[in-house]
């Protein structure tokens, strides 16, 4: 059974950084991961996702050059590095593995 756990999120200012983390269970090394986010009042939309081993990376235009996706699989880890933030950047963001979401993990950017 997968479980995925998202921490990290908080509060920042306007040019600020968060890192996320996404802790996972269930053959962790095998799997594509990906981050998506849900602003309030608006749907689910894909961030980035990485290839099982982080030698692949995709980015959503709107976080390029800001946002950097990476893992450990000696951790069973996934990280969200995010550089820049903007107040469009407010949603709660979601850890994606094998169709398997966490409970997400709340960012919120404002001065």
């Known amino acids: 059974q997968v479980q995925l756990v998202e921490s990290g999120g908080g509060l920042a200012q306007p040019g600020g950084s968060l890192r996320l983390s996404c802790v996972a269970s269930g053959f962790f090394s095998a799997h594509a991961m990906s981050w998506a986010r849900q602003a309030p009042g608006k749907g689910l939309e894909w961030v980035c996702g990485?290839?099982?081993?982080?030698?692949?990376?995709y980015y959503e235009d709107f976080v390029k050059g800001r946002f950097t996706i990476s893992r450990d699989n000696e951790k069973d880890t996934m990280f969200l590095q995010m550089n820049s933030l903007k107040p469009e950047d407010t949603a709660v963001y979601y850890c994606?593995?094998?169709?398997?979401w966490g409970q997400g993990t709340q960012v919120t950017v404002s001065s």
């Open positions: 994606n593995m094998g169709g398997s």
């Open positions: 990485i290839n099982f081993d982080g030698t692949l990376t």
